[in-house]
């Protein structure tokens, strides 16, 4: 991993996703709208690798220098490599790119490679937008900027749109596809608006054609006082066009313009924005949320049961996985529904282990966890980050209310665990954030009393507490046998890996699936007769094949075949329970199963009954 400088300022280069003090300028504030330049750059393909020869280098950032208006806008360029590119992840090559541009912020930012060919475009764009950019410029690494002025062209034509700053502009481009816009600039609106700047299931073209049509040709337009130049054979194409994805474009084109449509009809009343300063107010809510896991090859089965019953509940949030070891990558790099990156921090290329609490090479992993959120948080503003020996019951975002920079579950009455937490995006959280993880990697420790040590003394950080009952400890949850609505239950208080799961097995709650790759991709239905019944392989076969896999589900009665029906669809399921209500508490039939299996959402109903 490379380290941080040590210096603040614009003389540096962001450093590959290692969070410090230079994230810390990005949250400065400033009297001038700021434009961010952003594109992707890769040395692949390129015979002859030296800054002679790169054309970002050589074409780009001299013109882009010679065209800004400093005096009026704030600039900053944004590069999205893969993280096997060793020459743009050279830190000899980064300072000597800087020296180049002179004063112009240029950060350099090292992604996970999805798949080949696969440009990491949206995810430097975020990283951008996050950052605080006004303005998102895209331009292609081997394009020149060929007109002066040409960024208060492009603010203008987005303040003269009805609303204003809902739609794009580009410059002219006579290289290429004339037609579309090739090139182009939004407001930060774009990404209030998308969750990505392009659709995700674009790997490379397409993104032009998108963005071109999106907003329909009233709120699109392309500049003619903006030249660009595409130098298209200064590299030649290095990556292979993928054409098979064409078929998504009439389908994210309709998605996105309702989007545009249902933002508009909404926009007088929840949104404004105030160019100029830095007054921006946005709808405040956690609907950009991601959930934050890490995952070893020791732990690959509790992962497995993680992911069965997060899942199943349908939340919508995207799930960030960093892979502790090369075994846990390669397995699940190209599964569907999980982002995974590969660690930066301890030993990648040896498989974890599962450690036992508080043994030297568990503190070594742990001590990791305050440089994987800084890396995070530098990419997603909002992060629920949860261990796996966690089992999700229900959507924990109702709970983060307030203006606070941090919830988290607690362990004891003033005393946070640091293994179910959710952190906004603030200078507070990052200037903590950093001094964790400076002492964490000083002397590799047990990281949950060292958090709560400094944040006792972090007097600008606002934090708040989750509520034990929907959050309790695994001593609340397993020992005191406290399991009514609970949202998340946390099986710690318990040291080894064998004992958690046979601690969640007596409480039913231990369901990893047989194949790992149904376990990203689908929940899995149990397809065996249910223990303690009377149903047998045929009633279960007849039953899945009539019953929709994505339906909602009500279920009268409760029984030990309740899990079954549990898992039997993706949609939500209830049970009732009709119990003689004179039965004394504890031996009604509700409270024998839904004690035996806490995870149901059951209600008891009682029903008069007439002759």
């Not at 475009?121 to 060929?146: H, P, Q, T, W």
Request: glycine share 6%.
């Amino acid at each position: 991993m490379l380290s941080p400088k040590k210096t603040l300022g614009s003389e540096m280069i962001a450093p590959l996703l290692n969070l410090s003090e230079s994230t810390m300028s990005h949250v400065e504030t400033s009297s001038k709208p700021f434009v961010a330049v952003v594109m992707c750059a890769t040395s692949k393909g390129i015979m002859s690798k030296n800054f002679s020869n790169m054309a970002w280098v050589q074409l780009m950032i001299p013109s882009l220098v010679s065209t800004i208006e400093s005096d009026s806008y704030r600039y900053e360029v944004f590069v999205g490599v893969d993280d096997n590119d060793n020459f743009w992840m050279n830190p000899q090559n980064q300072q000597e790119l800087q020296r180049r541009a002179g004063h112009l912020p240029v950060n350099v930012y090292g992604f996970p490679s999805k798949h080949r060919n696969h440009i990491p475009m949206n995810k430097i764009l975020k990283v951008a937008y996050s950052l605080g950019a006004d303005y998102l410029v895209r331009i292609n690494d081997d394009s020149s900027f060929e007109t002066s002025g040409w960024t208060t062209l492009g603010v203008n034509t987005l303040a003269s749109y009805d609303p204003p700053y809902v739609g794009v502009v580009g410059p002219t481009c006579h290289e290429g596809n004339t037609k579309i816009l090739t090139h182009d600039m939004v407001h930060k609106t774009h990404l209030v608006i998308f969750e990505d700047y392009y659709p995700a299931v674009f790997d490379n073209w397409w993104l032009d054609n998108w963005i071109s049509s999106v907003y329909g040709t009233n709120r699109t337009t392309k500049h003619p006082g903006w030249l660009v130049k595409h130098h298209t054979r200064h590299h030649g194409t290095r990556y292979k066009v993928n054409h098979t994805k064409i078929v998504f474009l009439k389908d994210e084109l309709a998605k996105g313009r309702k989007r545009v449509a249902a933002w508009l009809a909404s926009a007088n009343t929840s949104h404004l924005y105030t160019m100029g300063a830095t007054t921006t107010k946005v709808m405040t809510t956690l609907e950009d949320v991601i959930v934050l896991i890490t995952v070893s090859a020791g732990f690959d089965d509790m992962f497995s049961n993680w992911w069965a019953f997060y899942s199943k509940l349908n939340l919508s949030m995207a799930v960030v996985m960093i892979a502790e070891d090369k075994q846990t990558y390669n397995k699940y790099e190209n599964i569907p529904g999980i982002e995974v990156w590969k660690s930066l921090c301890g030993n990648f290329t040896m498989a974890a282990e599962a450690f036992d609490y508080d043994t030297l090479l568990y503190k070594q992993l742990v001590s990791c966890r305050a440089s994987h959120l800084m890396r995070t948080l530098e990419i997603h503003s909002k992060v629920i980050y949860s261990d796996i020996d966690t089992v999700w019951l229900g959507d924990p975002r109702p709970y983060l209310t307030g203006n606070f920079d941090l919830w988290a579950q607690l362990d004891a009455t003033n005393f946070y665990c640091t293994g179910f937490m959710t952190f906004i995006r603030t200078p507070q959280i990052l200037k903590f954030l950093e001094k964790w993880d400076k002492q964490l990697k000083d002397q590799p420790k047990l990281n949950q009393p060292l958090f709560n040590k400094i944040l006792a003394s972090a007097v600008d950080v606002q934090h708040k507490s989750l509520p034990r009952k929907e959050f309790p400890s695994g001593h609340l949850y397993f020992d005191q046998m406290k399991q009514n609505d609970v949202i998340i239950v946390h099986n710690n208080f318990i040291i080894g890996k064998d004992k958690k799961i046979q601690r969640f097995k007596d409480v039913g709650l231990w369901r990893p699936p047989k194949s790992l790759t149904q376990t990203a991709t689908s929940h899995q239905r149990i397809t065996e007769p249910p223990e303690g019944t009377q149903m047998g392989n045929e009633q279960i076969h007849e039953i899945l094949s009539v019953l929709p896999k994505d339906g909602n589900l009500l279920v009268w009665g409760l029984g030990n075949d309740s899990p079954f029906w549990h898992n039997s669809t993706n949609g939500k399921v209830v049970f009732i329970e009709d119990d003689i209500p004179e039965k004394k508490a504890g031996t009604l039939w509700f409270d024998v199963i839904t004690s035996k299996y806490p995870f149901l959402e059951a209600y008891m109903s009682t029903i008069q009954r007439t002759q």
